[in-house]
T-cell receptor, first 112, second 118 residues
C-alpha cells in the first residue's frame, strides 16, 4: 500500500485479556519496527524485524509481549494478559534498511 | 548510547510568525541521520525534515528549515509563516549508522507541543 497501515485503530479490552495488533508495512520495506507511546511520553522502542527475523527485541517490556512477521510483510504484536499499564498508542513503522522510517497511524489500546 | 534532548515541552506562536524548536543530542559517532517528525492529534508521525550529518548544508523543506550545528550537537527546527495546521507535537530523532543486530536504532526526544494562535 501507499503507507503503513495499522489495525485496529482503537481497542478497548478488559484487564487479563489478550490482544493482537496488526501492521501492514509499505510494500518493499524490509525493516519493520514497533514503538509504544504512553500518554504524554515520547516513543519507546519495542522490537525490530529485518525480513521475518527479529534481531533486536531489546525493547519488549515483559514476556507478555511478543511479535511475529510473516512473508516479510505483515506483523502482529500480541500482548497477553493485558494490564492497565499496557494502555498506550502502539506505533508501527517501516523502512528500507538504514533509510528514513515511516510510521502508521497507531493503534490506541485502552485496558480497563 | 545516544540521547536526544528537547528542552521546550511547549511552545506557542502566532499565525504567520516564525518559531524555532530546539534539539540537542549526545553521540560519539561522526556520521548519522537527524530527523524532525510531527505528530498531530491524528497520532500519525509525519516526517518533516531529514539531515545527514556529513552534509554541512542545512536541510530545507518549504517553510521548514534546520540549523544543524554538528560541533555543538544541536539540531533546531525553524518554522516560518506558521499556519494553524502546524499545531502538533514535534519530535526530534537521531538515527545511528552503526547497526545493532542490523537495527539502525532511532532514538527520540520527548517532544515539544506547538500551539499556533490565530
Amino acid at each position: 500500500g501507499a503507507g503503513v497501515s495499522q489495525s485496529p485503530s482503537n481497542k478497548v479490552t478488559e484487564k487479563g485479556k489478550d490482544v493482537e495488533l496488526r501492521c501492514d508495512p509499505i510494500s518493499g520495506h524490509t525493516a519493520l519496527y514497533w514503538y509504544r507511546q504512553s500518554l504524554g511520553q515520547g516513543l519507546e522502542f519495542l522490537i525490530y524485524f529485518q525480513g521475518n527475523s527479529a534481531p533486536d527485541k531489546s525493547g519488549l517490556p515483559s514476556d507478555r509481549f511478543s511479535a511475529e512477521r510473516t512473508g516479510g510483510s505483515v506483523s502482529t504484536l500480541t500482548i497477553q494478559r493485558t494490564q492497565q499499564e499496557d494502555s498506550a498508542v502502539y506505533l508501527c513503522a517501516s523502512s528500507l534498511v538504514s533509510n528514513t522510517i515511516y510510521f502508521g497511524e497507531g493503534s490506541w489500546l485502552t485496558v480497563v | 548510547a545516544q540521547t536526544v534532548t528537547q528542552s521546550q515541552p511547549e511552545m506557542s506562536v502566532q499565525e504567520a510568525e516564525t518559531v524555532t524548536l530546539s534539539c540537542t543530542y549526545d553521540t560519539s559517532e561522526s556520521d548519522y541521520y537527524l530527523f524532525w517528525y510531527k505528530q498531530p492529534p491524528s497520532r500519525q508521525m509525519i516526517l518533516v525534515i531529514r539531515q545527514e550529518a556529513y552534509k554541512q548544508q542545512n536541510a530545507t523543506e518549504n517553510r521548514f528549515s534546520v540549523n544543524f550545528q554538528k560541533a555543538a550537537k544541536s539540531f533546531s527546527l525553524k518554522i516560518s509563516d506558521s499556519q494553524l495546521g502546524d499545531a502538533a507535537m514535534y519530535f526530534c530523532a537521531y538515527r545511528t549508522l552503526i547497526s545493532v543486530g542490523s537495527n539502525y536504532k532511532l532514538t527520540f526526544g520527548k517532544g515539544t507541543l506547538l500551539t499556533v494562535n490565530p
